[in-house]
Nanobody
């Protein structure tokens, strides 16, 4: 499995962006897909996760503002980010976790929110 994230950019506070994560390869063993982010000088943190069954979970800091979704036909995971804040500035990564526990990371896409 290979992942390709896109959609990052520069946006003003209060604006929106939609990130995409295209999954290439066999998806049958994927149990969960997730978005993480890493701000400068900080540890990588979980932003949102979606299980194979469609159950979602979000970090408290993004609840009500971010929405994770997927398009099975396109093998793509999305992260709709609304009401963006400067503290959302980070490199955003997508990953997948297989049924065997294998975790695969995408290359990251930079989101910069200006105040």
């Amino acid at each position: 499995v290979q992942l390709q994230a896109s959609g990052g950019g520069l946006v003003q506070a209060g604006g929106s962006l939609r990130l995409s994560c295209a999954v290439f390869g066999s998806i049958f063993s994927i149990n969960a897909r997730a978005w993480y982010r890493q701000a400068p000088g900080k540890q990588r943190e979980l932003v949102a996760v979606m299980t194979r069954g469609g159950i979602t979970n979000y970090a408290d800091s993004v609840k009500g503002r971010f929405t994770v979704s997927r398009d099975n036909a396109k093998n793509t995971l999305y992260l709709q980010m609304n009401s963006l804040k400067p503290e959302d500035t980070a490199v955003y990564y997508c990953n997948t976790r297989s049924s065997s526990g294998l975790i695969t990371w995408g290359q990251g896409t930079l989101v910069t929110v200006s105040s």
